[in-house]
T-cell receptor, first 113, second 114 residues
């Protein structure tokens, strides 16, 4: 089983719908991240969290929200999806103390029509 | 604003050749520079990383060259193999390996032809 699990792996939705992408991890890491991947733009940080009570905005947080329900769970929500949020979304974790390595899930591909 | 600029966007190399991917950064506070490798349908995975106190780090066929004065670093893949075909991302952060967040380059899609 994967250490960092993302659900759903693929989702097609319509403009204006609320969408939640979920991430769970069995690595026991404190730090969790949500990145977005677009062709030609690389990976951009949306939100990150160092523990349940700590949530931080990344470089492209507008239009997104997150919830850290437990140490092992970090969810990304799109309250009202729009077509330019069509992308591949990755959850990642890092331990404390950080060894310098991010551990990524396999991604959630979201299409907004 | 792209804090880490990566080139080329795509690269085709023959089997046995050398693949070279370049990155440049602006923020002199960056002190940790990893490279991630991503295969289709998978998440990125750490390949190799360097701190600015050394100019080169080698792990097997993969080498990072670092030029602090030019604010540039590059990944060299020696004896490139078809199994190396993947997307490669450079990245940078402040705080060494204890970083809070990584800033990624735009990615290079490498294809190694048989």
């Amino acid at each position: 089983d994967a250490d960092v699990t993302q659900t759903p792996r693929n989702r097609i939705t319509k403009t204006g719908k609320r969408i939640m992408l979920e991430c769970s991890q069995t690595k026991g890491h404190d730090r969790m991240y949500w990145y977005r991947q677009d062709p030609g733009l690389g990976l951009r940080l949306i939100y990150y969290s160092f523990d349940v009570k700590d949530i931080n905005k990344g470089e492209i947080s507008d239009g997104y929200s997150v919830s850290r329900q437990a140490q092992a769970k970090f969810s990304l929500s799109l309250e009202s999806a729009i077509p330019n949020q069509t992308a591949l979304y990755f959850c990642a974790t890092a331990g404390t103390p950080n060894t310098g390595e991010l551990f990524f899930g396999e991604g959630s591909r979201l299409t907004v029509l | 604003q792209q804090q880490v600029k990566q080139s080329p966007q795509s690269l085709i190399v023959q089997k046995g050749g050398i693949s070279i991917i370049n990155c440049a950064y602006e923020n002199t506070a960056f002190d940790y520079f990893p490279w991630y490798q991503q295969f289709p349908g998978k998440g990125p995975a750490l390949l190799i990383a360097i701190r600015p106190d050394v100019s080169e780090k080698k792990e097997g066929r993969f080498t990072i060259s670092f030029n602090k004065s030019a604010k540039q670093f590059s990944l060299h893949i020696m004896d490139s193999q078809p199994g190396d075909s993947a997307t490669y991302f450079c990245a940078a952060s402040k705080g060494g390996t204890g970083f809070q967040k990584l800033v990624f380059g735009t990615g290079t899609r490498l294809l190694v032809s048989p």
